[in-house]
Structures are given as C-alpha cells and as structure tokens.
C-alpha cells in the first residue's frame, strides 16, 4: 500500500468519523421535537384537537423541508470560500438552528407560535442537511459508498435514539439547551477535524444564479429516467412509513392502549420500541453497506427492504398489542437497517450531474419530505375515514411493497 493510498483511507475515516456525530445530532433534534415536544405540547394545548393540529404544523415543517433541501443545496453547489463549499453553510445553519431552537420554540405561547417556530427550526436543519448530505458525492469515491452511506446512515437510529431519551427524561427547556450545544459542537468538531479545504475556482462548476434561467430549473435532473425512479421509489417508501411514524404517540396510546404499554405511558412505550427498533437496526447497517459496495448491488437490496418493511407492517395490524409493536419494531428495523444503508449510495449513484451534486441529492431528499407533506393529511384522513389506526399499517405495507417495485425498474445500478 503506498503512502497516498494510506493517507487516503485514513482521511476516509476520519471524515467518516466525524461525519457522523455531526449528523446524529441533527436528527436528535429532528426526533426529539417531532416525536415527543410537539405532540406532548398540542396535547397539553389542544387535547381535543390534537391530530389535526398535529397535521397542520407537520404539513408546515414539510414545506420548509421542500423549500430548503434543494435551496441549500443548489447555494452550496455555488459557493466558493476559502473553507470550501460546505463549510460556509454548515456552520451557519448549525447556529441558526441552535438560536432557533433556545429562543423561538415556546409552546406555552400557544398553537401557531409554536408552528411558526418549528417550521423555522426545520428551516434551518434542512439548510444543514442539504450541506451534510452533499459531503458524500464530494468527497467519498464510488468504491466505498455503500460502506460510508451505511455510517452515515447510522446518524438516525443514533440520532434518534438520542434525541427521544433526552426528550423523555429532560424537560423542553433543558433538553433544547442539551440538543443545540451538540448540534455545535459536532458541527466545529467535523468542519475543524476533517477541513473540506478552499473551493475550486473551475469552469465546470456551476456560477450560474441558483435556480438558472427558470424557477424550476433546480428540477431538471427528472429528465433522468433513473433519477426519477429514484425519487419515486424513496417517496413513496417514506409516506409509507411515515404514516405511522407521525402517530406513533397516539398509536400507543389510542391504539394499543395505555394499560398494555411499559410503564402505561405512551411516551416511554415510544422510547422502548425505537430504542429495541435500532438495536436491530444498526448492526444490519452496518453488515449490508459492507455487502453493498463488496457485491455492488445497491438496488437489490433497497427492493428486499422495501418489500421486508412491507411485511413486517403487518404484524400490528393483525396484533394490535404491545407483543405485535415488539414483533414489528425488530423486523422493521432489519428493513429499515438494509434500506438506510444503501439507499442513500443509491441516490449518489444516479445523480446525473456531478457539477450540481448538492443540489441533486438534496431534490433526491425532497421525497422524503414530500412524503413528509402528504402524510399527515393522507394518514388524518385514512384514521378519520377508517375509525382507527389498523387501516395505516395496511396502507403502509401496500406503499413499502410498491416502492420496492419501482425501484427494481432502474437500470444504471444493481
């Protein structure tokens, strides 16, 4: 092994190294806020109109993730520093959502402060994870993507492993302190500890405005027939899965029932099944980013999560018990853990452009928060139409299983 190569895998793994943390922390603050401050806060508030106030502010977090996923991206693709091209804005939006999050989130000045407040919030972290995300095409060679997409990919369940036991255990003020801190300094610590170095001053580097000559301009990557597939295929795969994730509190609490919960508490009932659900998900990660760049079969694997996702969905359904939610959160995690340790490699692998690799990746996570729009009004509606929760885990089974079709129709990755 010659000395580049040496000096070459170990800047790989401190990056990675540093990476991840970073991103663990802002999908601590995305859990922890979504899953527990925000429905505890409308419960308090509003109790008798809590799923559809729920709905209406996750609709207005969705919409700020649409607006500045693409946005952050399409901007970092532009700029040009002496710290790089990320750096800038990763910094940045690491301190605006810190400030965010201390001064703006005050759910005891009622309902639309506190949505105000959020979609501010998500604002500022997709801004940040426009940045964070677009570090993989940049700087992790094709070779190795499965593996770094599988750590990277580690910063969820971590992340919201993290974010849900301060919730549960630290009031909001407390825990809004605790999350912001983290946020950066995992931030100082990644931008310092692996520097990105000055932005290359090129002709093939985009310097046109933002969104080109038209508004819609940050888009054109659709006109890929895989890229499209691509972002099909994840949307879809989220609104499945989101429709119950975002009622996952009232699930427990309405749908298996309280006195069947550990503890008979709907928020330590959510903390025991996520935390078992990464448990499995993390080493399953891990061993298929490893089996994805060694095999190079990326799509095989998202279309045998997708369907196994759609599976275990069904578990609930037919067992509506605390026994059914375990049986659930384990296969589920499994699926999950495989999905989230190619899919991000997937995405990087079909971008079609690689002057606009920021801004293309990011659009490639607008799905997610697409889904994130639809699926409060789709999920409010299935319960209100239904009577019950039971309708969302088949609904979701049928969207996971879709997914993995659509996915199978791409043709440039295995």
């Known amino acids: 092994m010659t000395d580049a190569t040496l000096g070459a895998r170990v800047g790989q793994t401190r990056l990675l190294a540093l990476i991840l943390p970073a991103t663990g922390a802002l999908y601590a603050i995305y859990n922890a806020v979504q899953n527990i401050y925000l429905p505890a806060s409308l419960e308090a508030v509003d109790p008798a109109r809590k799923i559809e106030r729920l709905a209406i502010i996750t609709t207005l977090l969705s919409v700020a993730s649409i607006v500045a996923l693409p946005l952050g991206g399409a901007l970092s693709d532009r700029t040009r520093s002496r710290f790089g091209r990320r750096t800038p804005w990763l910094v940045g939006s690491a301190l605006a959502a810190a400030a965010v999050l201390l001064l703006a989130f005050r759910p005891a000045y009622g309902v639309v ?53 301060l919730a549960a255990n630290l009031g909001p003020r407390a825990g809004h302190l605790v999350l912001a801190a983290a946020l950066v300094v995992l931030t100082l610590a990644f931008v310092l500890g692996a520097p990105e170095g000055p932005s290359p001053v090129a002709p093939d580097l985009p310097r046109e405005p933002v969104f080109g000559r038209r508004l819609l301009a940050v888009f054109e990557g659709f006109r890929d027939r895989d890229f499209r597939l691509a972002f099909f295929s994840g949307a879809l795969f989220f609104l499945s899965v989101l429709l119950i994730s975002n009622y996952t509190y009232y699930i427990f609490s309405d749908y298996i029932g309280l006195d069947d919960l550990p503890r008979h508490d709907a928020a330590h009932g959510t903390t025991v099944a996520l935390t078992i659900n990464v448990a499995v998900w993390v080493p399953t990660s891990v061993l298929f980013g490893y089996l994805a760049d060694r095999y190079r079969r990326h799509k095989l694997y998202v279309v045998v999560a997708s369907v196994g996702m759609g599976l ?13 939610i375990v049986l659930y959160t384990v296969a589920g995690g499994i699926a999950f ?11 990087s692998l079909v971008l079609p452009d690689r002057r606009r690799q920021g801004r293309d990746l990011a659009v490639l996570a607008v799905a997610g928060s697409g889904a994130e729009l639809l699926s409060p009004a789709l999920g409010g509606g299935i319960i209100a139409l239904t009577g019950g929760y039971g309708a969302l885990f088949a609904a979701g089974a049928v969207g996971t299983i879709i997914s993995g079709l659509i996915a199978w129709r791409i043709k440039g990755v295995r």
Request: hydrophobic share 55%; charged share 5%; with cysteine.
């Open 113 to 165: 402060f506190l949505g105000l407040g959020c979609a501010l919030l998500w604002f500022t972290l997709n801004l940040y994870q426009a940045a964070i995300t677009a570090v993989l095409p940049d700087r992790v060679p094709p070779a190795r993507r499965g593996l770094a997409s599988s750590i990277i990919g580690l910063a969820t369940p971590l992340g919201l492993v993290a974010g849900l036991n």
């Open 312 to 324: 275990s969905l069904l578990f609930p359904l037919f067992l509506p018990t605390w026994t059914g």
């Open 337 to 347: 853990g495989v999905y989230m340790a190619v899919d991000l490699a997937l995405m």
